[in-house]
């Protein structure tokens, strides 16, 4: 058991690695894509490990398949839960051909399937014969302190984002309070046609104030979770550690 707690971290870390890579490859600036501080993707961790457990004496046009199905399912349920409860998106296909809801996408879809079959067939073999070679008493100390420290993690994360959604929440009310007041008082003096018009110019500007509202959510995670990290008596040195 413990060894396939080290496979999921190793993998939660490649999969952070590539999530990096991409990102500042395609945007041309540094951003830790992960969900929580750590240098860790858990979705990575959770897929590969079970493409790993899960598919065995199968042709690879049977892993590419099933990875590919797995994958969107884990991809759909962990963003529309991230959604529905943190209100912001970690990765959105929207515009990307052959896509649901920006949750999942066919050329994703794709990549993954490959990624299983490089996973079962290329990969896994040198991780797995890495991890046998920790003796197992080292095996279950460092299972245990990974636990320890992914949990420590995620509580921080899930306080930094609470707080973060509260606050915008109270911004979101008054903003919408202040639209709606000063809506009512332009339409007061304009035709019809004109509220027509004034109407479709409130919905783009809502449209555009939910994208920026969901953008400042994970922007604002980093440096909330650094005045928690304070009020919790982390040292400097320990902070360093947490946003490499």
Known sequence: MSEVILW??????????????????????WENRGFLYGPSCPIYGVGAVSCI????????????????????????????????????KWWDYSKVPLNIKGY????AAVGFGVAAILIKTCIHPYVSQFTKAIPYVMQDVLSYLLIALIAADLSL???????????LEEVTASFDKKMEDRYVKIGQSF???????????????NEK????????????????????????????????????
């Open 8 to 29: 999921f971290f190793i993998y939660s870390s490649i999969g952070w690695i590539y999530e990096v890579l991409y990102a500042t490859l395609t945007r041309h600036q």
């Open 53 to 88: 457990l899960l598919l065995h004496n199968l042709t690879s046009w049977q892993i590419f398949l099933i990875g590919m199905v797995g994958a969107c399912v884990l991809e759909y349920v962990t963003a529309s839960t991230l959604e529905r409860h943190f209100h912001a």
């Open 104 to 107: 999942i996408c066919l050329p």
């Open 157 to 167: 994360t899930i306080a930094s984002l609470t707080s973060i959604n509260r606050k």
């Open 191 to 205: 035709s019809r046609s004109e509220l027509l018009v004034m109407g479709k110019v409130k919905k783009f500007t």
């Open 209 to 244: 104030y939910d994208n920026f509202r969901d953008k400042l959510r994970i922007a604002n995670l980093k440096e909330k979770g650094k005045e928690i990290s304070n009020k919790l008596g982390m040292s400097k040195t320990d902070e360093n550690e947490i946003n490499r």
